[in-house]
């Protein structure tokens, strides 16, 4: 299965990575975010458990774990044991289906941040689809769902973009 022959930095070195890395931040606004791939490659929980412990004893801000299960039972398997101090981060890529506010029960704290990372992309693959589709089946766009683009001027501030640029103008 893919990924599942992805090899991992030993555990203990990415921590003295991690830790390298705090040692030269210069900004309270830097965090470093440390990404669980066990779940990933197949290591399993115990792995998951052990590498950020070590990511968090080394100094990272956040744990991100990562899961391609269809559910959340990864997560849920993790924040039950998982007595870490910093926050825990998911992506839930796979496991759509499960609502947002189950994550915030689990573990002593709950799930401290979600990162939606290519659903909206994937929505607006199927929105974009379909414009081909009625434009080839139907020659015409007419009935595709789209804004306006006076929305579109709107959400990219068209009217600062125009003020700006007037400090420019010969």
């Known amino acids: 299965m893919l990924g599942e022959t992805q ?3 030993d555990a203990k070195e990415f921590g003295l990575k991690i830790k390298a890395c705090k040692d030269v ?5 830097f965090a470093v975010v440390a990404r669980l ?3 990933i490659t197949g290591l ?3 792995d998951a458990l052990q ?3 070590i990511y968090e004893d080394n100094g990272a801000d956040v744990i991100l774990c990562h899961s391609k299960k269809e559910t959340a039972e990864d997560i849920e398997a993790f924040m039950a044991k998982w007595k870490g101090n910093v926050p825990v981060i998911i992506v839930p890529t796979t496991y ?3 609502p947002v506010s189950h994550f915030e029960n689990l573990g002593v704290s709950g799930v401290s941040g979600v990162i939606w990372a290519n659903h909206q992309l994937r ?5 974009m689809q379909r414009v081909c589709r009625d434009l080839a089946q139907n020659h015409s766009i007419k009935d595709s769902p789209m804004v306006s683009v006076k929305e579109i001027f709107r ?8 003020e700006d640029e007037k400090n420019y103008e010969l």
Do not use: W
Request: proline content about 0%; hydrophobic content about 35%; aromatic content about 4%.
């Open 7 to 9: 090899k991992l930095a």
């Open 25 to 29: 931040v210069q900004s309270d606004d």
């Open 51 to 53: 590498r950020a412990t």
């Open 155 to 162: 959400l990219q501030e068209q009217d600062k973009l125009n």
């Open 96 to 98: 759509i289906d499960t």
């Open 44 to 46: 399993g929980l115990e």
């Open 123 to 127: 929505s607006s693959t199927l929105a």
């Open 37 to 39: 791939e066990s779940f």
